[in-house]
């Protein structure tokens, strides 16, 4: 009796392992979080808001997020981490009841050239054995429908003991790939303008190369001087056929020059293996130009740009190739799979459909299988990274994101906003970085750092539910509601820019006139083609300046005053000051400190373990030599210079004995990108996206050019920074640009002159004009997604 009721009085106790529903962070100190401290709920939706660098990225990625992680990789063997990328634990105190975290951040897909939408989601792996079960005529396993695999085959003898006996049996093996052998599975084909690789004018001794890298005395040129095949004194103009020959189509031959054994190769070659199997984006600039000026990549003749071999075009199903499958539609090809009807491959084009169908439901639909990884957008990127975990049977998982609206019109919000609920109902944990009111506003707990950013922020604002946002009075919850209204009166055009039949993508033969010397926004629904219309119309030129939304490539070494140029000017000044060399003012030359080369830090491997970073000793993480540090410029050293912030340094180049107008100019830009805060030597690795993306504008704010052609500007932005944002366009406008930008945000659409509205639809629904006129107008017809959505935005 006594049992029973004891028994009964514990049921009615929650069970232990009932209590661990909070994530508590305490004495975080990654970046520049100032201890902080929170307890963020479990299976709920919380969203991180606050000014761009205030410390979101700090506190969920490189805290909660990378903890995590780094917990998961300690469970496989040493050898197993041995291979994988190796974390310190950050810099926190407490943490205490977390979970799996998987991130879909904002990282651009690798440019490789053979990744497709299709590799990288794993639905052409599913499609290749699909065709191999069920193609006609039947060609073979999977791989004969890969374009990564080649076709091979061998023949020989092989050694086998048998009996105590040595046997010699003949052996022969083939491997039927699907790669198309002109193109080798790229899709395209190089054709290379010979005038751009050597002046025919002039001989090697000349200087005859022009590519880079084969300098005058350089070992390149050496080589082809000094093989014996070519005479270095003859213009190339007069080379015999051999000599042409040699020069530019060589094999690979075994040479002596100098008494030095070396692998002489013909010009072409050696440029195609240098330069053309690299991503064109990890390029440097120079060579990057180089190659588009000197090389033209057309569709294989023999495959069609479809990659794959003939026959493994001519297996079909229903009339269908693979190579047909790949380019369509995705939602095209969802309601092909879905008319399927085979019991043999039932479990197969079950998975096929619930991928494709993700691929609809996240508003992907308009992509194709076959489209390039490195050409979709940092949100298209990562709603593909997103489709795995949709139908996942996982819960109780940790689901990180970083801003999923970049990218995205207001009417794809609302279904965003749809599948981070759905994730949260399944019973997970959903993180999200987030700067949109529309994204915001479905947030169970909100966490808004700030107040400022860089060294001004790093500081829990207010933690809790929405509704106590606004009544808070942080800067987030100041902007929440802000509404900006449509122009009373817009600015006169002072000319235009005709587009005429433009077909890039899904563009159908759009014409279309551009405004000159007014803001103009080109707008519409994800996938409706205004990249297309933009970026494939208006080409970057002499007097065109483009800042797209490829990201600022940059390792520790590198930080805003290097990436912007402001370091020439600021090195030139200390040396002339001081009677010495400029290379002594740059951690990367000559000044560096020869402990930690100029790195500040002394890193330490420790094989799987992670590595440790420890501050030199010598130069005490200045970076510099000592000697370079007696040198000074307007009473500061250079290391005192590196650590002003922007505006700072803003006012100490402007006048006095440190006046240097170069500089100042440079710093004038970063600080009316509103990037006052950070500091001139702040490594490039520490930076936000939404600060990168400032950076790479006030860079392109010195170009010289008439009109500037921006791609989503407001990108990691705050509702308080947009403002500035759009103060920013107006300068640039008012000083005699024409500025042209795509964009989803209300607040730009609304302050626009003139709309050019793409859609009605994404991908073939897309790609024609619905719209042209100013906002108000927009508004007043509410013909269009944007029209509505606009409409609801300023209360009309």
């Known amino acids: 009796m006594s049992t029973a009721r004891s028994t009964g009085a514990q049921a009615s106790e929650p069970h232990a392992a009932d209590s661990h529903d909070l994530i508590r962070v305490h004495g ?36 909660v997020a990378a903890e995590s992680q780094r917990l998961i990789n300690e469970t496989y063997s040493a050898f197993v981490q041995g291979f994988m990328p190796s974390v310190a634990r950050p810099d926190v105190d407490v943490l205490d009841g977390l979970t799996t975290a998987i991130i879909v951040d904002q990282q651009r897909m690798g440019a490789d050239p053979r990744s497709t939408v299709g590799t990288a989601t794993d639905t052409n792996a599913m499609l290749r054995i699909l065709f191999s079960r069920l193609g006609q005529p039947h060609i073979g396993s999977a791989k004969a429908f890969s374009f990564n695999v080649a076709s091979i085959s061998g023949a020989g003898a092989v050694t086998v003991e048998r009996a105590g006996k040595t046997v010699k049996e003949k052996r022969s093996f083939t491997v039927t790939g699907g790669m198309c052998p002109r193109c080798e599975g790229r899709g395209s084909v190089s054709d290379i303008d010979l005038t751009q690789l050597y002046d025919d004018s002039k001989s090697l001794s000349e200087g005859a190369i022009t590519v880079p890298g084969f300098t005058g005395d350089g070992w390149m040129t050496r080589i082809y001087a000094g093989s014996g095949f070519l005479d270095p004194d003859k213009p190339i103009r007069d080379y015999s056929e051999q000599e042409f020959q040699d020069f530019l189509h060589r094999e690979p031959t075994k040479v002596k020059v100098n008494g030095i054994n070396l692998t002489y190769e013909g010009l072409i070659p050696k440029v195609q293996k240098s330069m053309l199997t690299k991503d064109r984006e990890a390029m440097q600039p120079h060579v990057r130009a180089f190659v588009d000026r000197a090389v033209t990549f057309t569709a294989c003749p023999d495959c069609g740009g479809t990659r794959l071999t003939e026959a493994a075009r001519s297996s079909k199903i229903g009339g269908i190739s693979i190579a ?63 489709i795995r975990h949709l139908g996942s049977s996982l819960t109780d998982v940790t689901y990180v994101f970083d801003e999923p609206s970049t990218g995205l019109h207001p009417h794809d919000i609302q279904r965003m906003n749809g599948l981070l609920l759905q994730l949260r109902d399944k019973g997970n944990t959903v993180l999200v970085v987030e700067h ?84 103009v926004v080109v707008t519409g629904v994800a996938g409706s083609g205004k990249s297309s219309l933009v970026h494939g119309s208006v080409p970057p030129g002499e007097d065109v300046v483009s800042v797209d939304q490829s990201p600022i490539r940059g390792s520790r070494r590198s930080n805003p005053a290097t990436y912007t140029g402001l370091l020439e000017p600021i090195r030139k000044a ?36 992670a590595g440790v970073a420890t501050t030199c000793e010598d130069c005490e993480g200045r970076r510099f030599d000592a000697s370079v540090l007696e040198y000074r410029f307007g009473g500061k050293d250079i290391s005192e210079v590196l650590a002003m912030p922007v505006t700072e340094a803003e006012a100490f180049f402007a006048a006095g004995e440190a006046r240097t107008p170069a500089a100042h100019r440079i710093l004038t830009r970063l600080a009316n990108v509103g990037l006052g805060y950070i500091s001139l030597g702040q490594p490039l690795t520490t930076l936000s996206g939404g600060e990168r993306q400032r950076l790479k504008l006030a860079t392109h704010m010195g170009d010289k050019g008439g009109v500037y052609v921006l791609d989503e500007p407001t990108t990691g932005l705050h509702l308080a920074d947009v403002e500035q944002l759009l103060g920013l366009l107006d300068r640039l406008v008012d000083s005699g640009k024409s500025v042209v930008v795509v964009e989803h945000h209300q607040a730009v659409m609304a302050h626009a002159d003139w709309i050019i509205d793409l859609g009605p639809g994404a991908g073939h629904d897309g790609g024609r004009v619905v719209f042209e006129g100013t906002p108000a107008e927009l508004v007043a017809a509410r013909s269009t997604l944007t029209g509505e959505h606009l409409a609801a935005y300023v209360g009309a």
């Open 28 to 63: 975080a100190r990654e970046n520049n979080l100032k201890d902080v401290s929170i307890e963020i709920p479990k299976r709920r939706l919380t969203v991180f808001t606050g000014v761009s660098g205030s410390g979101k990225s700090s506190l969920v990625f490189d805290t």
């Open 324 to 386: 047909d499958a790949c380019a369509m539609q995705i939602s095209d090809l969802a309601e092909w799979v879905r008319g399927l009807d085979e019991p043999s491959v039932a479990p197969l084009l079950e998975a096929l459909r619930q991928t494709l169908d993700s691929f609809v439901e996240i508003g992907l639909g308009y992509l194709s299988l076959e489209r390039p990884a490195g050409t979709l957008s940092g949100g298209e990127a990562q709603r593909v990274k997103m």
């Open 436 to 519: 949109k009111p529309e994204v915001i506003a479905i947030a169970d707990h909100v966490v808004d750092l700030g107040p400022g950013a860089g060294s001004a922020g790093g500081t829990v604002c207010y933690e809790g539910p929405l509704t106590g946002l606004r009544a808070a009075g942080t800067v987030t919850g100041r902007h929440l509601d802000d509404r900006a209204a449509v122009k009373p009166t817009v600015r006169t055009p002072t000319g235009k820019l005709p587009i005429r039949g433009a077909t890039a993508h899904n563009l159908r033969d759009v014409d279309v006139d551009v405004p000159l010397g007014v803001l």
């Open 574 to 609: 200390f040396a002339k000051a001081n009677g010495v060399k400029p290379a002594l003012f740059s951690p990367n030359s000559e000044g560096a400190c020869p402990t930690c080369n100029g790195a500040g830090v002394v890193y330490t491997d420790l094989a799987m373990m």
